[in-house]
């Protein structure tokens, strides 16, 4: 499974709220709901991401094993 953890301590760390994510960089809420319950994205929205937050993949997601 995809978690998105890394996402939400990357936002933090970088001092950037999700209002700043909605306004400034266009990301949609419905973007930001996918992502608050592990939903699938594109890598093209990834990609966004990681240029808008200026940092690596691992940086917004995590790979967890599922039991």
């Given at each position: 499974?995809?978690?998105y953890e890394p996402?939400?301590?990357t936002?933090?760390?970088?001092?950037i709220s999700t209002y700043k994510l909605?306004?400034?960089y266009?990301?949609?809420?419905?973007l930001l709901d996918r992502l608050?319950?592990?939903k699938?994205?594109?890598t093209v929205t990834l990609n966004?991401?990681?240029t808008f937050l200026d940092c690596r993949v691992e940086d917004i997601l995590v790979y967890v094993k599922e039991n």
């Open positions: 499974m995809i978690s996402f939400y301590k936002l933090k760390g970088k001092n909605i306004n400034t266009g990301v949609s809420r419905s608050k319950h592990n699938p994205i594109s966004d991401l990681c």
